[in-house]
T-cell receptor, first 113, second 114 residues
Framework: GDSVTQMEGPVTLSEEAFLTINCTYT??????LFWYVQYPGEGLQLLLK?????DKGSNKGFEATYRKETTSFHLEKGSVQVSDSAVYFC????????????FGTGTKLQVIP | DAGVIQSPRHEVTEMGQEVTLRCKPI?????LFWYRQTMMRGLELLIY????????DSGMPEDRFSAKMPNASFSTLKIQPSEPRDSAVYFC????????????FGQGTRLTVV
């Protein structure tokens, strides 16, 4: 079945550091890929998405490129801020009939001033 | 649209009591998901529906848990009887179809069983 693997956290960075959170997936067909963010005490919010190979999703300075050849969708940001501290989830939505969403385990990011 | 609406936002109940969590998906979405989130186990998919039909309930932890979707605009997750280890945040999400589909989450219900 479908699966998503994320790098283990927590990740602790200083403000303005470069961020990479790795995500790889296993799926049949051609899934859509997502990054969700969960701030403390809140639900999950969509951060960015890509629906086909080589698409780049971007939002709030975050980027991720759908790499079919390496089955990856790594999240990057050039300069993190304290307000980026949150848990980040990589996810895929299968292209089959049921639109099942499969999430990774989440990676906690802590940005220190 | 107001997004996915869950109620209640917080629930505190005594062990052995029945608990019912409610979810109203986004209008027009035909897939609905129930997740449970804890510190120990992270985000777990409990069950999901497509066009009001349960597709996969393999994540439901045991028979004390049941979920229904009587129509396209309402779903419930019931725990009977509840136990302290059921304490968690329960999220409902819905998604549409097509290549632009994405899952939208509710704010969650924080359940505490004492």
């Amino acid at each position: 079945g479908d699966s998503v693997t994320q790098m283990e956290g927590p990740v602790t960075l200083s403000e303005e550091a470069f961020l990479t959170i790795n995500c790889t997936y296993t799926a049949t067909g051609y899934p859509s890929l997502f990054w969700y963010v969960q701030y403390p005490g809140e639900g999950l919010q969509l951060l960015l998405k890509a629906t086909k190979a080589d698409d780049k999703g971007s939002n709030k300075g975050f980027e991720a490129t759908y790499r079919k050849e390496t089955t990856s969708f790594h999240l990057e940001k050039g300069s993190v801020q304290v307000s980026d501290s949150a848990v980040y989830f990589c996810a895929l939505l299968d292209s089959g009939g049921y639109q099942k969403v499969t999430f990774g385990t989440g990676t906690k990011l802590q940005v220190i001033p | 649209d107001a997004g996915v609406i869950q109620s209640p936002r917080h629930e505190v109940t005594e062990m052995g009591q029945e608990v019912t969590l409610r979810c109203k998906p986004i209008s027009g979405h035909n897939s609905l998901f129930w997740y449970r989130q804890t510190m120990m186990r992270g985000l777990e998919l409990l069950i999901y529906f497509n066009n009001n039909v349960p597709i996969d309930d393999s994540g439901m932890p045991e028979d004390r848990f049941s979920a229904k979707m009587p129509n396209a605009s309402f779903s419930t997750l019931k725990i009977q009887p509840s136990e302290p280890r059921d304490s968690a945040v329960y999220f409902c999400a819905s998604s549409s179809t097509g290549t632009r589909a994405e899952a939208f989450f509710g704010q969650g219900t924080r359940l505490t069983v004492v």
